[in-house]
């Protein structure tokens, strides 16, 4: 990973990893494949919710625009809102 990633945030990122069956360097990577974008999007918005960076941060971090992010955490919202009925 990136060596300019604040460790909690690449906990986060690996714990997610982990969690979706799929590397860190995927969620990181350019990939929009779904295997790739729905463990970066909760890896996001765990990121937002555990740390509470902003969404301009977490865009650095993931590379990617801040409206990207707003975007990605709000599809996991969606996601997880379903899942539970």
Do not use: C
Not at 66 to 83: P, S, Y
């Amino acid at each position: 990973m990136t060596p300019n990633i604040n460790r909690t945030a690449k906990a986060i990122i690996a714990q997610t990893a982990d969690r979706y069956g799929v590397k860190p360097s995927k969620i990181l990577g350019r990939n929009n494949a779904r295997v790739a974008s729905i463990p970066r999007q909760a890896a996001m918005a765990a990121v937002q919710r555990e740390l509470g960076y902003s969404l301009p941060r977490i865009g650095r971090i993931f590379k990617r625009h801040h409206t990207t992010v707003l975007h990605g955490i709000r599809a996991h919202e969606a996601r997880q809102q379903e899942e539970r009925g």
